[in-house]
């Protein structure tokens, strides 16, 4: 923790810790990156990011219920328990499911905890849980003492004389003083001898931790990340420059499908510990479209803030609000899919608007969006060379780098169709999955009489319209709104009809590495 206000004697913590990648920094700015993790918890898909344990009578309207008053409007996904799920001796299947799909557990020790067998119970599944999913456990002693909790003495040793009038088998007290002794020994709080007792100091300090461990949580990047590596080379090569309090933005732009959005996450995951707060903001052109802009800077400072409990009223109160809050603050912000520069003038028009060290990336299919940054300030991403868009496909198809014998030629056809991108050796990778042979040849003979025709196969037609068709068309349309010009309307409709879209394949050669796949480029 980084305000370690109790240590147990014997500290079992189970936090997750990254190891990080070399001795110094690869760049001036000391931005180190680190390897993923490879815990459980890291790949475990959580429903909540914390459950908490706490004895009703006790804490319900003080303490526990500011604390989660405070859990929500940051935006932690809590799950605190109803009184009707306690009923009978046994704990609820229910309650046992939300702890088992908790990332974090708070236990707030409170004078009657022990009194309570459900208590108990909660607190013996949830050790359970920290050692058998790798989750993160941090007790609260609620005006108690925490050696009455480790020890089982005070109020606790009278709880236990209680318990034991009311017929629980011995190995069931047994795991509870286990359980006891074993949750006090973890590093926590002391409600007491935190700010002198101040409880919303001591609530603050809470949520610092718990913000800190939701936010070790990395972003689903991809199943196979096949030519990954050496591209993030290439963003760490222009990271290098510069000095460490300066504020950094690094543009990643190219063709729809291409694999932006996936390094730009890859980076991001590598990075994101290192700075005070950090956000990923995907496919913005698509939700200030659909939401409008004033609900994507909501969106960014909720995410940069943690905080759920104020609105954005215009765009330009948006922009003084992300000057007057960032402004001091070390964040990692991704800006995915922009698509037009007022995006960018409302999200990150000024490095200044942000805080010393900071990092702005943003991703784009329009380089002319990213001309206010230097050239070692833009990353083009290139499509896969061969080697790698025969990896990639076939993961997918086969789960396997490489395809069974019989299948090489099949496979050879398909990815010199897709012409290295990735999003559509994905699709047809996918779609391929588990079928026969047969149904191989059939639809490789589909993709050729296509490729004869110029005619795009139905999965790879919809990514090209994704990817640059759409574009187009709202270029034409406002050129027509603009000028009236009728003629231009005919003519581009007739180009398209006749050639739109198309792709220009060779016939494979010896080495296959000389393929090529000809790009519409709209900038």
Known sequence: MNTPLLRGESSTSSMNIQL???????????IQLVEGESST???????????????????????TGHLYTRLCQVGVNTFIDDEELRKGDVISTKLEKAIEDSRISIIVFSKSYASSSWCLDELVKILECKEQLKQTVLPIFYDVDPSHVRKQTGEFGKAFVTLKERSFTDERVEKWRAALTEAANLSGWDSQNVAGGHESKCIESIIKQVLQEVNQTPLDVASYPVGLDSRIEHIELLLQSGCEDEVRMVGIYGVGGIGKTTLAKAVFNRLFQQFDSSCFLSDIGSKVEELGLVKVQEKLLHQILKRMDFEVGSVAEGVNLIKARLGSKKVLIVLDDVDHKSQLESLARERSWFGS??????TTRNKQLLSGLGANERYETKILNYNEAMQLFSWHAFQTPFPPHDYVNLAQDIIEYSGGLPLALVTLGSRLQGRSIEEWRYEANKLRGAQERAIPHRDIQKILQTIGLIVILKVVFSLIMMFGVYFLFLKFFSFVSSSMPSMDFPQRQSQPSNWRFVQTHYN
């Open 357 to 362: 060290g900071s990092l702005i990336i943003i």
């Open 20 to 30: 990080v990648e070399g001795e110094s920094s690869t760049s001036s700015m000391n």
């Open 41 to 63: 918890s890291s790949q475990t898909q959580w429903s909540y990011d914390v459950f908490l344990s706490f004895r009703g009578e006790d804490t319900r309207n003080n303490f």
